[in-house]
């Protein structure tokens, strides 16, 4: 069992900048590739942003390509999502997700792959 904190969120004008953080108490947490999901008001749940276990692989949505980057620190058992440029439309709420994996080419970009998930952080961007 992974227990994901999300943190970091909140109200920003358009082309600003925030990260937010998930961050986990287990060890395990180490051993997951772990993906950003985002859910708009009225809307499904999207693919945001995932990294592997390791770091050393990353993939992005093309809505976020170029703005936002997804890194982590297994030491601090945290992963971060820096998101830059942003738009009224990445308004949502952000989730982040996990999965046990040490394959480092796994990046899984559909909900039903992820084991665990938090409870989500709010952003608004305004215009």
């Known amino acids: 069992q992974v227990t994901l904190v999300e943190s970091g969120g909140g109200l920003v004008q358009a082309g600003g900048s925030l990260r937010l953080s998930c961050a986990a108490s287990?060890?395990?947490?180490?051993?997951?590739?772990v993906g950003w999901f985002r859910q708009a008001p009225g809307k499904g749940r999207d693919f945001v942003a995932v990294?592997?276990?390791?770091?050393?692989?990353?993939y992005s949505s093309d809505s976020v390509e170029g703005r936002f980057t997804i890194s982590r620190d297994n030491a601090k058992k945290t992963v971060y999502l820096q998101m830059n440029s942003l738009k009224p439309e990445d308004t949502a709420v952000y989730y982040c997700?996990?999965?046990?994996?040490?394959?480092?080419?796994?990046?899984?970009?559909?909900?039903?792959?992820?084991?665990?998930w938090g409870q989500g952080t709010q952003v608004t961007v305004s215009s």
């Open positions: 287990e060890r395990s947490f180490s051993s997951c590739a």
């Open positions: 990294i592997s276990w390791s770091g050393i692989n990353t």
């Open positions: 997700a996990a999965y046990p994996s040490l394959d480092s080419f796994s990046l899984a970009t559909v909900e039903d792959e992820y084991d665990y």
